[in-house]
């Protein structure tokens, strides 16, 4: 070493250099333990989150027994109630369309020409969706009761129920966007128009549709007993060309519900009542709903039946309960019923059944 180097050498503070070593130790040690806990509880977090989705699969899949619970007694309740019903029906004779060995088949198939002869003055017509369909417009059920909206296909049954309407509200709302495009162009077909001329010529005729297509209704004579409820007719499905308030805001006691004209669907998707400003509702009977006075008269069309004792069923499977309730209504007085179906189903009562399309039958029945 030469005389410069031990003289910077002894110039060295050696006592800094050891504080300065002993300060980076120490920062060396503390740096050391935190990365070693942060691992510990990163450990600890992974594990908690193997246990965290474990118990979320254990969950789902206790959810999904569930909901498989749930959709078997929905069945099993349905299959009993369907049962009670059966039995209730046998009980009293005449609470049902179909025969059984309580209730032999009395049906008969006859003529237009001998139809007419049967008819009396009072006449009841029990509509259905197979009268509108020869001009176009697709029925809810079978083939023609599904919707596709992109990728996904929707049964109508489910898409038309206020369940429905609550969790998807667009999505409902352009099914009925869609309805209303169905129905641009489309016309009375002859059975719509035999139906409202024979009105004309017998005023008392009592009009019950379960179409909510407003074809019929078109034809017939417009005074409203209120805006959207029409003395012509008794439409106990409501019509798609009105709505009314989601939260029935004008709805009082013994009264009809207030109808406004449904807007035009592409430029107002979810229109609002214009009287609170809630959103509105399509003025129809959901499938998951009941029948009520205030939005489709059925008390008021109940009472009326005891006036009738002909009762003519165009195009309907009778599968809705107002619809099925009223056949048995008037199987039970004995009055004349005259089913027009390419497949009759009505197989009890004082019933006569012609076979084929109503749109060919009824302009020769109603003339």
């Not at 989150?49 to 349905?78: P, Y």
């Not at 006859?110 to 008819?119: E, F, W």
């Not at 009314?244 to 430029?267: F, G, I, Q, V, W």
């Amino acid at each position: 070493m030469d005389n410069q180097e031990k003289k910077t050498y002894q110039q060295f503070d050696w006592q800094e250099y050891e504080r300065k070593r002993a300060i980076e130790k120490e920062q060396y040690e503390r740096i050391s333990k935190e990365i070693q806990e942060t691992q510990e509880r990163s450990k600890q977090t992974l594990a908690n989150l193997e246990v965290t989705f474990k118990n979320l699969d254990l969950a789902k899949a206790q959810a999904r027994q569930t909901v498989d619970n749930i959709d078997n007694f929905k069945k099993q309740f349905s299959d009993a109630m369907d049962r009670l019903l059966d039995c209730i029906g046998k009980s009293m004779g005449s609470n049902s369309i179909k025969s059984n060995e309580q209730n032999p088949k009395t049906a008969k198939e006859v003529t237009v020409g001998q139809a007419q002869k049967l008819m009396t003055k009072n006449v009841l017509i029990l509509c259905g969706a197979g009268l509108s369909h020869a001009s176009g417009i697709p029925t809810f059920r079978g083939k023609d009761g599904y919707w596709t909206k992109g990728e996904n296909t929707y049964q109508c049954q489910k898409v038309l129920t206020n369940e429905f309407l609550q969790s998807n509200p667009d999505l409902c709302w352009e099914w009925h966007k869609d309805f209303q495009k169905t129905l641009i162009n489309k016309k009375p077909n002859a059975g719509h128009i035999a139906i409202a001329n024979y009105q004309k010529k017998n005023p008392n005729t009592l009009i019950v549709s379960q179409n909510i297509d407003n074809i019929l209704t078109s034809i017939l004579p417009q005074k409203q007993i209120k805006h959207g409820h029409f003395e012509s007719i008794y439409e106990i499905h409501g019509n798609i060309q009105y709505m009314r308030c989601s939260k029935e805001c004008t709805l009082k006691k013994n009264e009809l519900a207030t109808l406004y004209d449904m807007p035009d669907l592409n430029k107002n998707l979810r229109p609002k009542c214009p009287q609170c400003g809630e959103y509105a509702r399509p003025h129809i009977l959901f499938f998951d709903e009941s029948y009520t006075q205030e939005n489709c008269r059925i008390t008021e069309l109940q009472e009326k039946y005891e006036n009738y004792d002909t009762i003519i069923v165009v195009g309907t499977m009778l599968e809705t309960g107002c619809a099925k309730s009223t056949v048995c209504q008037f199987i039970k007085k004995k009055a004349t019923i005259i089913e027009i179906n390419p497949e009759p189903i009505i197989e009890v009562g004082n019933t006569f059944q012609i076979k084929g399309k109503s749109e060919q039958i009824l302009p020769q029945l109603l003339k």
